[in-house]
Each structure stands twice: as structure tokens, then as C-alpha cells.
Nanobody, 120 residues
Framework: QVQLVEFGGGLVQPGGSLRLSCAAS????????MGWYRQAPGKERELVARTTSGGGTNYADSVKGRFTISRDNAKNTVYLQMHSLKPEDKAVYYCNAEHVRTDWGSYDFWGQGTQVTVSS
């Protein structure tokens, strides 16, 4: 079994910063890509940032220059450093692990989500 556990959500004022982390645990042989998605009330889940095992990254246009994704492959952990947060960044943030290779196959996994609220 593979689990993704997220940490770091919370309430922050506009212009503030938060750091999310997500650790994957279990019988993991390798993980192709890890990323962060978010879902605001009444909206579809959207990609925020993604990083591959080779270090490539891509970001949603709305967060470029403000958010930075990083990954510790040895720890199967991905981080999202968020700066200059705006009220429109408020959402539930979900960690995703793509093509997780295990002894029984390759699958995608999701974390349980962590709430980020940006409000004064």
C-alpha cells in the first residue's frame, strides 16, 4: 500500500507565505512525477505545479513567479513553497504521485488534501 500525507496548510494573510509538504510512503520502487493540484469551491481540480524525477518542472500560469516546487527523491517527498499568496489561491491542495512503481504494478496516488485559506 502507498500513502501520501500532506502537511502545511492553514490560514495566511494576503501577501503571506506557506510551505506545503507531501511524503509518499509504502512499498515504493520509484515515482515518475510528483505534483500539487488544487480545487476551489465550485471549480474543477487544476494543476498547480509538477516536477518529474529528472527535475523538470511546470507551473500553472497563475502561480508562476510566486510558487516553487521541489522534490527530495531519496525521501519521496515533494514541497510547494508559496509566496505572495492571494485570496484566489484559497483552495484544497492535493498532492499527486504519478506512475508509482510498486511490486504489484504502477499506479497514481493522491493525498487527502490540505486546506489553504488566504484572508485578512
Amino acid at each position: 500500500q502507498v500513502q501520501l500525507v500532506e502537511f502545511g496548510g492553514g490560514l495566511v494573510q494576503p501577501g503571506g507565505s506557506l510551505r506545503l509538504s507531501c511524503a509518499a510512503s509504502g512499498s515504493i520502487l520509484s515515482i515518475n512525477a510528483m505534483g500539487w493540484y488544487r480545487q476551489a469551491p465550485g471549480k474543477e481540480r487544476e494543476l498547480v505545479a509538477r516536477t518529474t524525477s529528472g527535475g523538470g518542472t511546470n507551473y500553472a500560469d497563475s502561480v508562476k513567479g510566486r510558487f516553487t516546487i521541489s522534490r527530495d527523491n531519496a525521501k519521496n517527498t515533494v514541497y510547494l513553497q508559496m509566496h505572495s499568496l492571494k485570496p484566489e489561491d484559497k483552495a484544497v491542495y492535493y498532492c499527486n504521485a504519478e506512475h508509482v512503481r510498486t511490486d504489484w504494478g504502477s499506479y497514481d496516488f493522491w493525498g487527502q488534501g490540505t486546506q489553504v485559506t488566504v484572508s485578512s
